[in-house]
């Protein structure tokens, strides 16, 4: 019998464009963890509808959920992304590009929260804020993000479940404990409204009030 996620999936045709993203990824040995295609879409849907025009992604990979969000972009919108990888952002730039999105994507390399700071520093505020980076660090993220918000801002975080060790009591490592604290905050902090999609591998969903 198959899962919800199959049928879903089943529903839609496959973007080419997209796979071509996932087989770039493969073939250069980089990690095979870009979001689930129907968080990709759900991404491009809340970007349209909080008609965001500037947008932060931590965590850039090979651009698959960068495409994602700048399909949903209000015309002159920008994407920054973060990555802590030069030859990630490499590979990122040029999918952006080729999804005819390279004017409005800026990468900045290095840790995340050395550019989060310097992005504080220089007063920068955005829309909507992707997270899908190294998962130690998504308390300070969201943080970040908080921060850095306008009014309204959309705030998404990806992998919250972390193939089921969030959930296992008896896992207990950094990644975990970290994930953990995230999801509570994402649900106790009264800066935010927010809510929890159990599909794929979980995905946060908040707005800064």
Sequence with gaps: MQNQETYSEQLYTEDELLLKVKAAIAANEMPEVSIAP??????????????????????????YSGICLCRGLT????LTSLELKAEYAKL???HLEQAGFGDAAEYRIGPALDSLKLLEAQGRKYDFFFIDADKENYPNYLEYAIRLASPGAVIAGDNIFLRGRTLNAEKNGPAVQAMRRFNEM????????????????GLALAMVK
């Design 186 to 201: 994402i649900a106790t902090d009264p800066r935010l409204t927010s809510t929890l999609l159990p599909a794929y591998d």
């Design 92 to 94: 990122a730039q040029g």
């Design 38 to 63: 129907g968080y990709g879409r759900l991404l491009t849907m809340l970007v349209t509808l909080s008609r965001s025009t500037s947008i932060l992604e931590i965590g850039a990979l090979g651009g």
């Design 75 to 78: 015309q002159g919108g920008t």
